[in-house]
């Protein structure tokens, strides 16, 4: 769809009054939040307005097929009671199915991730899993607000259809208020809750929030961890390289699986803070103790100037070089799954 000079003013307008923003939260000091907004500890650059314009303006970004047929693979089961049963859906949403309870990250089936449902990237390949046929949710896991992770429109079809409890960083409930989503729960790194025998606790990331102008890093963001009984499941979210995932699997122990982005790196000096590429997520892999790792967030919409393909072909190279088997750290196609009956 073309874009006039009306709708530009209009989306610029509605940036700076702040109807896209999120709430601002508010509560105590700690090692990441200042009192006013939420900060990564440690080594990390930021990146503003003017590192955008240099990249755009120094981009070689390698063009992106405009649709990809994906093949068609069986709907996941109504439960999963032995085992792990990951279905990667596309982008950084993932179905986890575990202890007889369904949980989906960063659940994305729109066209567009942007504040319109005309403006923002574009899907190249389509959802993995039909939303009439994704089995009854029971928790959905929200890693931070940018809109291809915090997808309103999607929320509010799974609240409407299943109302399952949401779990997000410190002040996302009061943005999917705003929007009648009301089964939102605050967490702060390191808090835990329980969905029946399964515990789910928000673990550090490396990485920001914003979803308007003037509200940036006013919401938390963050990794998670799921337990039920030996079975642990890491969901990385969207990370940089750092120190927590060393510290994750020191406090909570290694994951049986890791849940790890690879695609968006490029280019490297840009990216760095707050997306790893292929060999970051081995490195990451080894870090954790992961038993089997999973890559998500590629393939779906182009937001960097790396390849379609690229981030797969990078994890193979990322593998051999650090001597990790290709089945410990797999990549699946939209809609496939793999099941983990044992570690």
Avoid at 33 to 55: C, S
Avoid at 205 to 216: E, F, V, Y
Avoid at 253 to 282: C, D, K
Avoid at 289 to 309: C, M, P, Y
Wanted: glycine content about 10%; overall charge positive.
């Amino acid at each position: 769809m073309s874009i006039g000079p009306r709708s530009v003013l209009f989306v610029l307008l509605c940036l700076a009054s702040g109807c896209f923003g999120a709430p601002r939260y508010v509560g105590k000091k700690s090692d990441h939040f200042d009192g006013e907004r939420f900060y990564n500890p440690g080594r990390y650059e930021d990146r503003g307005f003017w590192d955008v314009v240099r990249w755009q303006l120094s981009s070689h970004a390698v063009d992106w097929p405009d649709w990809v047929q994906t093949p068609r693979f069986a709907p996941p089961p109504a439960r999963v009671d032995e085992g792990i049963r990951i279905t990667f859906i596309n982008h950084a949403s993932v179905l986890v199915q575990l202890g007889g309870k369904n949980i989906l990250t960063d659940p994305v089936w729109s066209e567009r991730v942007g504040p319109l449902s005309w403006l923002g990237p574009k899907r190249h390949k389509r959802v993995g899993v039909a939303f009439e046929r994704l089995p009854r949710i029971d928790a959905v896991l929200i890693s931070h607000n940018h809109y291809d992770h915090l997808d309103i429109p999607t929320l509010r079809r799974l609240s409407r259809r299943d109302r399952p409890v949401v779990f997000a960083g410190l002040g996302t409930a009061a943005l999917l208020r705003r929007y009648d989503i009301a089964q939102g729960h605050d967490l702060d790194w390191w808090q835990s809750q329980d969905l029946g025998k399964v515990r789910i606790t928000f673990t550090p990331a490396q990485h920001w929030s914003t979803r308007g102008l003037g509200d940036k890093n006013v919401n938390l963001w963050g990794s998670f961890y799921i337990v039920e009984g030996k079975h642990r499941v890491y969901f990385a979210g969207d990370t940089g390289r750092g120190k927590h995932f060393a510290t994750i699997r020191q406090r909570l122990g290694a994951p049986s699986v890791a849940l790890l982005p690879i695609g968006a790196y490029l280019p490297r000096w840009f990216m760095w803070p707050q997306h790893i590429n292929p060999e970051e997520a081995v490195l990451a892999h080894r870090a954790l103790g992961a038993n089997r790792s999973v890559g998500i967030h590629w393939g779906t919409f182009k937001q960097a100037d790396e390849g379609l393909n690229a981030p797969v072909k990078d994890l193979a190279k990322a593998r051999l070089k650090h001597g990790v088997p290709e089945q410990s750290f797999i990549v699946l196609e939209n809609g496939q799954s793999t099941y983990f009956s044992s570690f």
